[in-house]
């Protein structure tokens, strides 16, 4: 079945240091992933997404990485700062017309002082 | 431009009992999903609704039930509560159906704790 999962649950990053959080998919079909950043007390936030026609897509600070062939995709976060701190999880609408987010379990992100 | 609210924010309830959490999407968004999140783990989609049906469902008994009303707020019901049910109970509003997804707004959520 489909699934989505994230290689490591925790990462400990110095402050200022640059972040990479990795996740793996299953479904050969996927064609769109989305990026979501979870803090403490609060609701999946969105941070950037990437389409199956794109090996890369920049936004401010992050950049996404699209391996199609290994089915795997990166988040990477440069210069992190403590407000970096939170769970990140990738997620993928699946087939169903995208009403659906499938997550991984996530990737708690520590950034140290 | 208000966010997705949830109420109430926590929730302690008996195992047997029912509950009703509650949603109001963001403003312009017409379709809201709901998600639940067990500790530690990633959401887990139950259902949508658009148009006030339900619009999609995941592996979850029928003891999970919801409503969309015309205002396009939303309840999520859960009877006949089970100790696993207690988790995070997400609420995410966006726009229209086949762009739903990139609308995605999601709430603070409801933390439901049975006991």
């Known amino acids: 079945g489909e699934s989505v999962g994230l290689h490591l649950p925790t990462l400990s990053v110095q402050e200022g240091d640059n972040s990479i959080i990795n996740c793996a998919y299953s479904?050969?079909?996927?064609?769109?992933f989305i990026w979501y950043k979870q803090e403490s007390g609060k609701g999946p936030q969105f941070i950037i997404d990437?389409?199956?026609?794109?090996d890369k897509r920049q936004g401010q600070r992050v950049t996404v990485l699209l391996n199609k062939t290994v089915k795997h995709l990166s988040l990477q976060i440069a210069a992190t700062q403590p407000g970096d701190s939170a769970v990140y999880f990738c997620a993928d609408p699946g087939e169903t017309s995208g009403s659906r987010l499938t997550f991984g379990e996530g990737t708690q992100l520590t950034v140290n002082p | 431009e208000t966010g997705v609210t949830q109420s109430p924010t926590h929730l302690i309830k008996t195992r047997g009992q029912q509950v009703t959490l509650r949603c109001s999407s963001q403003s312009g968004h017409n379709t809201v999903s709901w998600y639940q999140q067990a500790l530690g783990q990633g959401p887990q989609f139950i259902f949508q609704?658009?148009?006030?049906?339900?619009?999609g469902r995941g592996n979850f008994p029928p003891r999970f039930s919801g409503l969309q009303f015309p205002n396009y707020s939303s309840e999520l019901n859960v009877n006949a509560l089970e100790l696993d049910d207690s988790a995070l109970y997400l609420c995410a509003s966006s726009l229209a159906f086949r762009a739903g997804i990139y609308g995605y707004t999601f709430g603070s959520g409801t933390r439901l704790t049975v006991v």
């Open positions: 609704y658009y148009r006030e049906e339900e619009n």
């Open positions: 479904n050969s079909a996927s064609d769109y």
């Open positions: 990437i389409r199956s026609n794109m």
